[in-house]
Every structure is written in C-alpha cells, then in structure tokens.
C-alpha cells in the first residue's frame, strides 16, 4: 500500500529515540572512559583482571550448573509419566517468581550463617558457632543454580515438547539404541533450545549483583567491582570497568548466538511430541514421586522461609533454632506507617509508568515495522528494541548516571542524577526487549486478513487498532506487560546506583533493613513484593 | 446478457515487479451478475479481487462500482463485502458480535444481526465463538459478516477451498442460491473450473495477469478464445505436426480436440490402446500414435481394451495459434 512512503517519517523518528534511549548512554560511557587515564589504572590493577576473571568463569559456572540441574529434569518431567507430576511440573518453576534480589535474602535467612539450616545442624550436633558460613564463589553458584536452572528447564521441556516423535522411531528402526538416539538424535534437535538456555543464563550470571553484593564477601566480580568503585568516587575507572564488562557481555551474545543455529532443526520436526512413558516398577515410581515432592519442598523452602522471617518480632529471634514469637507486627507497622510504606508506593509508579511507556514504545515499533510486509527501517528497530538485554544492568545504569550528570541540551544530555526520573528511565529501557519482543511476535501472527475485513465493513484506521488490531495483540501484550513490571517492580542492580531518598524503592529499603538488622521487616518486604509477582504474573498469563 | 456496467474495472494494472505485472484488466459486471475470476495459481485473481476491495491500489486504470470512481478509495469506504480465503472471523468476538461489526452507528445492529445469521441459516448461533464453529459454519458466518451491511458488492476469495471435498458440493448449491436469493452482485475467485462453471453467470478466465476470455460456461467450453482456456478449461488433447494434420490441422497451428470429440472408427488416425481407465458411464482410453503422440479418447466401456490396435476419427476440432509467452 501507499502507507510505506508516508511512514518513514515516524520509523525515523522512532529509530532515533531508541538509539538515543538505548545506544547513545553507552557511546558516552566509552567516549569517556577513553578519554580519562582510568584504562592505564585498569590494566595495571591485578584486581580489576581477577574481577572479570570472576564474572566470566561465574557465569560458564552457572551455565553447567544450571543445565545440569535443568535439563535431565525437563526429561523427567517430559518424558515419563508418574503420579503427581503436573503439579509437580509447573512448581518446578516457582524460583522464577522471586525477584533476585529477594531471593538472595531468602538464602541468606534458609542457609546462611545464622540461618534455619545452620542453627538446625548447630542444635541437633551441639556446635557452639555455626557449622558454616554461607559466603565466596560457591555461595554465588548455590543461588545462581537454584534461580537459572528455570531457563533450562522450561527451554528444554518446550523443545522436547516440539520433537517429532516419527524422529527418533526412524533412529531406532535404523538401528541405534537408546542412547545412541538421546545422543545423534534427540540432543542435536534440541540444539537451539539448549543454546538459547545457555546464552540466557550466561547474561543473567553475567549480570547477576544481587548475589555476590550480599554473598560476595571478600570475592568480587565485576558488577560489584563497577558499584564499589563507584561508590569510592573513582567515577572514571568505574566507567572502564562498565566498557570492559559490557565487552564481555558483547563477546559472550556472539559467541553463544553462533552455536544457536537456525530454527531449521525444529521447523523440520512438525509430528507430534513422543508419548510419555508411565514408570511400571512400583517401586521406582514411588522413588520418583518421593524425589519428585522433596525437590518441590526444597525449591520451595526460601519462599516459606521468608513468609516465616516475615512474622519475627524485631529483637526476638536470638539462639534458638527457630524463632520464639511470630506476629504480624511488621506488616502492621509497614502499612500503618507511610514512610515505611513510601518504597512500595515508589515502587510500584515506577514500574507501573516504566511499563506503561515500554508497551508504548513497543507497540509504536510493531505498528510501524512489525507487519510480516517488508519495512524500511525494521531491522535497526528491532536491534534497538533488544539491545538493551545485552547489556548488564550495572552497565547500563552507570551509564545512564554518567550521560544525565551533564548539562548540554545540544548534545541532548540534560542533569537527571538525583531526580526521581532517572531510575524510572532505566526500568523503561531495561523492559524494552520483553514487551518489544512479545509485542513485535504478536504483530508477525496477527493475520493481516483480520485488519482488512474489518477495514472493508468500514472501520477506519483508528477503529481497526482499537476494535481488531489492539484485542487480538493483548495476550501477547499482557505478557510482556507483566513480566516487564514484575522485572522493574523487583530491581535492585540499577536501583542501587541510580535511586534517590525521594525513589527508593523496595529493594534499596529492603537492604537498608537488612543493615540495622531489622531482618522481619526486610523479609516482610520480600513477601510482598513475591506476593505482588506472582500476582502480576498469574494475570499477564491468562488467555 | 446486456451488461449495464453496474461494476467497471478499465484498464486496471498492477505491478508488482519488473516480471510480475498484473493486467491491465478490463471488466464490466451486470447489476445482480455473478462472475467467476478463473485462473490458475499465480495468475493474478486474487490481485484484481484486492483491487477491488481497495486493499491495493492500481498502478493505471480505473475502477467504479455504480457509476462512482472508486480507484482511490479506502477500503472502508467502497461499500464492498468481503469473504476471505480463510474467512478472518475475529477470534476475540462471538458469532454476533462478528457479524455487527460492520454495523456500527445504524440501528438495532443485534436484530439486523440476528437476521443475516438466519438468512445463511444460523439462528441462535449469535453467542459461539468462531473456533468452536466447523468449517462451513465459519464459511457461513463470513458471508453473513460480509452482507450485514448490505454492500454493493460481494467479493468471494476462493469461498469453497476450506471445505472438505465431501462438503463442497451440497455448499456450492447453497451458496448459490442464497446469492440469488439477496440478489446482490458478485465476483468470485477460483482456481477450480466446476465451481466457477457451476456459481458463475459468466466466466472471466485469467491467464498471466490479463484476461484472455470472458463468457458463458458453455462459450468457454465450446468456443474458446485462445489454447490456454481451451485447454484450461476442460480436458484438451493438444496436437502438433503430423498427427495434427491427419485429423485435420495446419502447419503454424495448434489443434485441441476434446476427448469426447474422438471416437473409434474402421479408418482413420492408427494407434494403439496403452491404458483405459474406467469411470461408469464412459471410459478414458490413452491411445498412442505412430508419431508417439498420446491421445485421450472417451468413449464407451466396451469399445476397446488394452493393446488394441485401432483407428480414430475427429469430430468438431479447434485450432489456435502458439501460445503467447
């Protein structure tokens, strides 16, 4: 139609607001990093090399861990048929509905050092100090498996749901035995699955600073490293480190997007997925749904642990292995006191406002280039969209901090640090890629026969978006709708640099609890905030 | 049939690359005719059924529907109804809300609704949801979508190819009938010669982008205009050379006989008997000449079997220049 001319006038302008959004802060973070003396620091600082070190052989860590745990478990549950496996099944995935940061906390109350685990082991052996301390790289790599083995899972379950069973009987008719077939056929199809597990959790580990903030101690990687300088108001070598670790982000997207493949190994498989297969021997199948139902109590237990915390008097939890007084008196005083209420008010415009203007964004793009007809400029806005997923969030915080520290409208930077805007801005762009990726998915399906029979019963441009186009994207915008605002509503690794007293939200309270030891106001937090989540959630997932 | 120009389409092209250039078509359509767009994939109907509608706009040439031009029009404001191939019924609306959407702004678009949906025969079906709906119920609830409003104009893509075969029949009957029932004009897309033969009043065959006949089903049949409808339209032995000659050809030309048209005789073209295929009625006899041409012959069960030497004989015979490329 005639529309692809007229609309090049807003694709631009749109292009330009992404960039502007999403590139320009990381063109001024490394124009300035190497403008100062900071790169001589860096590299000649063995500390900064050992940072890094960390972060890269954290995340490759991680990525074993998290598929060691993940993907025999997607076969389990994929694969074989026992009793309470449903159920069982989609527990699995209940660490996706802890915010990391509250999740951190959990541990810290279920296994750390003055913890339920450890004052149970304390009191059942009759040690007099606490049998370990919960700190350094293996604490980091506890809670990273425990969050990020979820990607595997689900990625391996959806891959293996799509199999084609016809696949893997040729295999068989031809010969191979079982794990001959698991190894050159069932494993090669689920190569993009696993790959885009693996590139997710390397730049979640990546990125990861809620757990080695808390868990760290002495161990630093590098997303503690930039905050730390940062704080020290080493403001140049921070900006280094953010280039050198938004490098390795970079690196790492390339080299796992190559091992991805195309979608070419799955399009071919189009049968339908292998029946699963009930455990006949009775006793392996109550072996397997006691298994089952202890591993759902374990992935459980941090949640309940904090609903417990939650109910802890201040100061009246000491020695004993579990605490003597529970009540609700922290929610009452969180409620009853709007100051102590404030951080969830904050953040909850925050997220609300950061969403709300994301989707907008997002469906502008879908609107403009989304269509399956080709478009002019659609490539440089989906990369726009999706970059800013690339980019760690203490990266990309710290250059949002050092763009809008100055004032120079011509160069379009204006001071923002230390207003209430700032942070809200970094939610927006950090939710990007999630409602643009649903949304743009969305506009690809969406059969263009829809809009034009509503066009020709006389629906103008307007009341085709409102009344077919809008209705048929809204599962799709749902979702990425409440997985953006569940993201924001949780964060804590941009909004430690980026908050103000008058912003902060949930998270910044939750650690300033945490410091003056008030662990059931800081838990109680987490509660909501987990409540809040999963609600959100349930809603975006609804059909 | 005099035709009053109630739908015009002069001159109309469309390009859409340097190979691919549909028309330029003309076309005049009856007050209440139904006309069939025949054509085989590729060959430009659903472009000139789009054009129509006003989802693409023609690089030349004009289009009017009752006498206003309507080349430039949106959509929205060309006052024509449209089936979709796949019938594009709003999944998030019911069956009623569907059929009202075209309603917007007149009165009582619940009743009017209602009276559509029982004009196709589906009363009491206003609170379903399309995809709880078989097929041809949803072939019906598009139909009755696209009249609600009471276009001008219907415009059908390939309304049939969604059914199943065992279906299409007893709904082609129907769909006729309710079209001359509304009594509303209509142009229809198909790629299938019995459809359009059988739902159309004419038949425009499109070949290439352009339109190489316009008529009756038995015109077409009988006289057609090039050896692409002759041989699109119905089965066709197509000869060349020396086996044309003997039933009657020329040198340069082509000659297309109809199976029907060649019968056994005591003399005449000699071939032999390589397959029968047994329908009924009639039996389809492959018979192969001298020259290695291969002939189908339709005829009587018994006439001959397999291996048979025999003769043939032409009746009515057609010729045609080559086809243009």
Redesign the interface.
């Known amino acids: 139609?005639?529309g692809s001319r007229r609309a090049l006038a807003p694709r631009a302008a749109l292009t330009l607001l992404l960039a502007w959004l999403a590139v320009y802060p990381m063109l001024v973070v490394i124009a300035e990093a190497a403008s100062s003396d900071a790169v001589g620091a860096f590299v000649a600082r063995p500390g900064e090399w050992g940072a890094l070190w960390a972060s890269v052989w954290i995340s490759l860590a991680s990525v074993a861990l998290a598929a060691a745990v993940g993907i025999p478990l997607a076969f389990l549950f994929e694969w074989l048929e026992f009793p309470g496996r449903k159920t069982l099944g989609s527990l699995i995935a209940l660490p996706a509905v802890l915010p990391p940061f509250v999740g951190v906390i959990a541990f810290l109350f279920l296994y750390g050092e003055s913890g339920f685990a450890a004052r149970a082991v304390q009191a059942v052996l009759g040690l007099e100090r606490a049998p370990w301390r919960l700190q350094g790289a293996s604490a980091i790599l506890l809670v990273h498996g425990y969050s990020m083995y979820v990607y595997f899972y689900l990625l391996t379950r959806a891959g293996l749901a799509q199999l084609d069973e016809s696949l893997i009987e040729a295999a068989q008719a031809l010969g191979a035995g079982r794990w001959q077939t698991l190894w050159r056929v069932t494993l090669p199809l689920l190569r993009p699955a696993l790959a885009g597990a693996a590139l997710l959790v390397f730049m979640t580990a990546l990125g990861s600073f809620s757990a080695p903030y808390v868990f760290g101690g002495g161990f630093r990687v590098m997303t503690t490293q930039i905050v730390a300088t940062k704080l020290n108001g080493e403001l140049p070598l921070a900006m280094v480190e953010t280039v050198a670790l938004a490098l390795v982000a970079v690196a790492g997207l390339v080299v796992l997007r190559r091992t991805e493949g195309d979608d070419l190994l799955t399009a071919l498989g189009r049968g339908t997925a292998p029946r699963r297969r009930p455990i006949r021997r009775p006793g392996v199948r109550r072996l397997a749904t006691a298994a089952g139902w202890l591993l759902a109590v374990l992935l459980l237990l941090p949640h309940l642990t904090l609903a417990v915390v939650s109910l802890v008097p201040y100061g009246s939890w000491t020695t004993e292995a579990v605490p003597p007084v529970l009540s609700l008196v922290n929610y009452r005083r969180l409620f009853g006191e709007p100051e102590r209420l404030r951080p969830l008010v904050n953040s909850l415009w925050m997220a609300g406002l950061s969403t709300l203007a994301a989707v907008a964004l997002a469906l502008a793009a879908g609107a403009l280039v989304g269509r399956r007809r080709p478009a002019r400029f659609r490539g440089p806005i989906e990369s726009l969209i999706v970059l800013p997923w690339a980019i760690p969030g203490t990266v990309f915080a710290v250059a949002l901090a050092a763009t809008f520290s100055v004032y120079s409208p011509f160069t379009l930077r204006w001071i923002l640090v230390g207003t209430v805007v700032l942070l809200p801005l970094a939610y927006l762009v950090r939710s990007l890629p999630v409602t643009g990726r649903a949304v743009l998915a969305a506009y690809r399906q969406l059969?263009p026969?829809?809009e034009?029979?509503?066009?020709?019963?006389?629906?103008?441009r307007w009341?085709v978006f409102r009344?077919?186009t809008l209705?048929?994207l809204?599962p799709a915008l749902a979702a990425g709708a409440s997985l953006a605002f569940v993201a924001a509503l949780g964060d804590f690794v941009t909004s430690i640099v980026l908050y103000t007293y008058d912003n902060r939200p949930i998270s910044i309270e939750i650690m300033s609890s945490l410091r003056v030891s008030e662990l059931g106001v800081a838990a109680a937090f987490g509660v909501i905030l987990m409540v809040v989540s999963a609600l959100v959630l349930g809603l975006g997932a609804r059909r | 049939m005099t035709t009053t120009g109630f739908v015009t389409l002069d001159g109309v092209r469309k390009q859409w690359s340097h190979t691919v250039t549909i028309g330029p078509v003309s076309l005049e359509m009856a007050r209440g005719e139904i006309v069939a767009l025949l054509g085989p994939s590729g060959s430009g109907k659903t472009t000139v059924l789009r054009l129509l509608a006003g989802f693409e706009l023609p690089d030349a040439g004009r289009i009017a529907i009752e006498g206003e031009d309507v080349t430039a029009l949106p959509p929205a404001r060309r006052r024509c109804g449209m089936v979709f191939q796949h019938y594009a019924l709003f999944p998030h609306l019911d069956v009623g809300e569907n059929v009202a959407f075209g309603l917007r702004g007149r009165a009582d678009p619940g009743r009017k609704a209602g009276e559509v949906l029982k004009l196709v025969d589906l009363a009491g079906f206003e609170r379903r949801k399309p995809h709880e709906l078989s097929g041809g119920q949803q072939q019906r609830v598009a139909l009755a979508r696209a009249l609600a409003p009471e276009p001008r104009l219907l415009l059908l893509d390939e309304p049939l190819s969604n059914l199943d075969p065992s279906l299409r029949e007893r709904t082609r009957r129907e769909l006729h009938a309710l079209i001359k029932r509304v009594g509303i004009t209509t142009l229809l897309v198909t790629h299938e010669q019995e459809e359009a033969f059988d739902l159309g009043d004419r038949v425009a065959v499109l070949n290439r982008g352009r339109l190489d006949q316009v008529g009756t089903p038995d015109d077409l049949y009988e006289r057609p205009a090039s050896l692409f409808v002759a041989t699109f339209v119905g089965r066709a032995n197509v000869l060349r050379g020396a086996t044309a000659r003997v039933l009657g050809g020329s040198d340069g030309r082509v000659l297309v006989v109809r199976p029907e048209q060649l019968r056994f005789a005591d003399g005449g073209l000699p071939g032999l008997v390589r397959e029968r295929r047994y329908t009924g009625a009639a039996a389809f006899y492959q018979v192969e000449t001298e020259h290695g041409d291969r002939l189908e012959v339709s005829g009587d069960p018994a006439a001959a079997r397999v291996g048979d030497r025999v003769y043939l004989q032409a009746g009515r015979v057609m010729t045609f220049a080559e086809a243009r490329e």
């Open positions: 139609m005639s059969d026969a829809l034009e029979a509503a066009a020709s019963l006389g629906a103008g009341g009344r077919v209705p048929s809204r």
